[in-house]
């Protein structure tokens, strides 16, 4: 009932909002004991963001993971701090590495002629747990740590906007899942 909360705005599409963001984040001297990266499309139809990568990608991991890197000083001061990254079962679902095993690039921000919504999502979400690893692994020694959950199986929320058939699907799964 004493907490003072303040709203301030973020638009992960766009990596420059992202650094304003923590720049008046950082303007105000506070610490920053827990931060969760919780943002996602899902399902959204391919498009290039102002900063030419693919949406999906963008929204879901490079936002979060820069966003972090802006603000890792202030997380290490703050210490203990933690970072919580919210991923999702379906980077089961995928792959990012080519036939040879090295990473492929061209799989993280794919064309319009190689994009399907669905591995776009997946390979967000893998992303999401493989950043929060290795944040965890390079800052929990300095008193920050970094974990990624799963959020539930079939928490209903409006996620699902951007496409029918998932619509379709959650309104049928509704009675069946969590509300927010």
Same mark, same amino acid.
């Given at each position: 009932?004493?907490?003072?909360?303040?709203?301030?705005?973020?638009?992960?599409?766009?990596?420059?909002?992202?650094? &304003?963001?923590?720049?008046?984040?950082?303007?105000?001297?506070?610490?920053?004991? /827990?931060? /969760?990266?919780?943002?996602?499309?899902?399902?959204?139809? =391919?498009?290039?963001?102002?900063?030419? *990568?693919?949406?999906?990608?963008?929204?879901?991991?490079?936002?979060?993971? !820069?966003?972090?890197?802006?603000?890792?000083?202030?997380?290490?001061?703050?210490?203990?701090?933690?970072?919580?990254?919210?991923?999702?079962?379906? &980077?089961?679902?995928?792959?990012?590495?080519?036939?040879?095993?090295?990473?492929?690039?061209?799989?993280?921000?794919?064309?319009?002629?190689? !994009? =399907?919504?669905?591995?776009?999502?997946?390979?967000?979400?893998?992303?999401? /747990? *493989?950043?929060?690893?290795?944040?965890?692994?390079?800052?929990?020694? &300095?008193?920050?740590?970094?974990?990624?959950?799963?959020?539930?199986?079939?928490? !209903?929320?409006?996620? &699902?906007?951007? =496409? =029918?058939? !998932?619509? *379709?699907?959650?309104?049928?799964?509704?009675?069946?899942?969590?509300?927010?």
């Amino acid at each position: 009932h004493k907490a003072k909360v303040e709203a301030m705005t973020l638009d992960l599409a766009s990596l420059q909002s992202v650094q &304003h963001f923590a720049e008046a984040f950082k303007s105000k001297n506070l610490p920053l004991h /827990i931060l /969760i990266c919780n943002a996602a499309v899902f399902g959204a139809p =391919w498009s290039l963001t102002e900063d030419g *990568l693919e949406s999906t990608f963008q929204v879901n991991h490079l936002g979060h993971f !820069y966003l972090v890197q802006l603000l890792e000083d202030v997380l290490r001061q703050s210490s203990p701090a933690r970072v919580v990254v919210v991923s999702s079962e379906s &980077h089961r679902f995928t792959e990012i590495k080519d036939s040879s095993g090295k990473l492929d690039f061209s799989l993280l921000s794919p064309s319009k002629k190689e !994009y =399907w919504a669905m591995l776009a999502y997946n390979r967000s979400k893998l992303c999401n /747990i *493989l950043f929060s690893n290795e944040l965890n692994r390079r800052l929990a020694p &300095h008193g920050v740590t970094s974990n990624s959950v799963h959020p539930g199986n079939m928490i !209903y929320s409006s996620i &699902h906007r951007n =496409w =029918w058939l !998932y619509t *379709l699907l959650f309104t049928l799964a509704r009675p069946f899942t969590k509300s927010m």
